[in-house]
């Protein structure tokens, strides 16, 4: 059937800016991150420099210092001085990485973070944005496991779940059965979800991997893995349309039903 210019033109449109938007969205995140870094860093760092580089000067030439400041000013007003200045907050995240990372850094940090926490309208806000910056910076802690599929949340209903670890070794000892502990994530944000302790034999081990399953889930079950779809799936899955002979299969026994139906 044909279709308007319009009802196309949004088609592929739709198709165009699902393409490319990926990639403009991760250009757009890195731009912001690398102005983050050079404004509230790197140009403090350079500003630093000028006004140490001034007041050298001023001390060892005898020159004003306000003049001295004008002269440093306007010779390090260069594209190579905010580089190297970029650069240097590049190594002093990397000195505080390595400095939270030992033992005493860690402990200070983690007293700078109580303190903060303490703080009014601070307090509020910071929880949340470590929350989103840990998530994504952070090397992640939850190591899943395998993917599984479970009756849940009641029988007859089958979700997909993550395997993170054995059950609490208290719990199966009380229960006597093996138990697992199972992440059940959720549409369309998979980074939240329900954790449930299962018994090993209600769960079914499923040949996927765990990013087919997040994106399985992250779509709501539109995106399948295409080692669990027909011929048929995988085929509308790549194009967005039934292959040509199955559309012809199926219009052929939509005019036969027709003729049956007539003749009767």
């Known amino acids: 059937m044909a279709t308007g210019f319009w009802t196309d033109f949004r088609r592929r449109f739709s198709r165009g800016l699902a393409a490319i938007l990926p990639t403009i969205l991760t250009i757009a995140v890195l731009v912001w991150l690398f102005n983050i870094v050079n404004d509230h860093i790197g140009q403090r760092i350079i500003s630093g420099g000028k006004w140490l580089a001034g007041w050298g000067y001023s001390f060892f030439w005898n020159v004003e210092l306000t003049n001295a400041q004008a ?4 010779a390090l007003d260069t594209f190579w001085v905010d580089i190297a200045g970029f650069v240097l907050a590049i190594v002093l995240i ?6 939270v990372a ?5 402990t200070v940090w983690q007293s700078i973070e109580r303190l903060l926490m303490r703080l009014p309208l601070i307090r509020q806000i910071y929880p949340s944005v470590k929350q989103v910056t840990d998530f994504v910076l952070k090397e992640q802690q939850v190591a899943f496991q ?5 009756q849940y949340p009641r029988q007859g209903l089958w979700s997909l779940g993550l395997v993170t670890n054995t059950g609490l070794a208290s719990l199966m000892a009380a229960t006597g059965e093996e138990l ?4 059940i994530p959720s ?4 980074f939240t979800g329900y954790t449930i302790t299962v018994r090993r034999d209600e769960v079914i081990d499923l040949p996927l991997s765990i990013e087919e399953a997040l994106r399985f889930t992250v779509s709501g079950g539109v995106i399948m893995p295409m080692t669990e779809t027909s011929a048929e799936a995988q085929v509308r899955q790549a194009t967005g349309r039934a292959p040509v002979g199955r559309l012809e299969e199926l219009t052929g026994a939509t005019q036969g039903q027709r003729t049956e139906e007539s003749s009767t």
Do not use: M, N, Q
Request: proline content about 7%; cysteine-free.
């Open 71 to 74: 002269r440093v000013r306007e």
């Open 180 to 183: 697992l502990t199972v992440f």
């Open 94 to 99: 990397y000195i505080l990485g390595l400095f």
């Open 187 to 190: 549409s369309p944000t998979p």
């Open 146 to 150: 395998r993917v599984i599929a479970l």
């Open 102 to 106: 030992s033992i005493i850094g860690h």
